[in-house]
Nanobody
Framework: QVQLVESGGALVQAGDSLRLSCAAS????????MGWFRQAPGKEREFVAA????????YYADSVKGRFTTSRDNAKNTMYLQMNSLKPEDTAVYYC??????????????????????WGQGTQVTVSS
């Protein structure tokens, strides 16, 4: 079992930066592939970023590539999402997720919400123009 708690969401202005954290409980955090998703009002939940168990490999949605960076510190059981050059269209509830089935998700499994079986409660990010 893994419990995930996101933090760091805030109201910011366009162009600002923000760092989200995802704190995990459980001894097997380092063995899980992790991901970030977001959901804007009236829209489907969408993939943002994925990271493998060691943090060496990351993958991003085209909409955030070059602006967002995900990382993890397995010693602290924490994953991060550094968001730079924020845009109003980044406004959403951001969720972290963990996959107990793989240390690294391959191909389209990385971006599919169904590949992840543990989810946090979400943290709100609002970007004003």
């Amino acid at each position: 079992q893994v419990q995930l708690v996101e933090s760091g969401g805030a109201l910011v202005q366009a162009g600002d930066s923000l760092r989200l954290s995802c704190a995990a409980s459980g001894r097997t955090f380092s063995g899980y592939a992790m991901g970030w998703f977001r959901q804007a009002p009236g829209k489907e939940r969408e993939f943002v970023a994925a990271i493998n168990w060691s943090g060496i490999r990351t993958y991003y949605a085209d909409s955030v590539k070059g602006r967002f960076t995900t990382s993890r510190d397995n010693a602290k059981n924490t994953m991060y999402l550094q968001m730079n050059s924020l845009k109003p269209e980044d406004t959403a509830v951001y969720y972290c997720a963990a996959s107990s089935s793989a240390r690294e998700l391959i191909g389209t499994r990385k971006v599919a919400a169904g590949s992840y079986d543990y989810w946090g409660q979400g943290t709100q990010v609002t970007v004003s123009s």
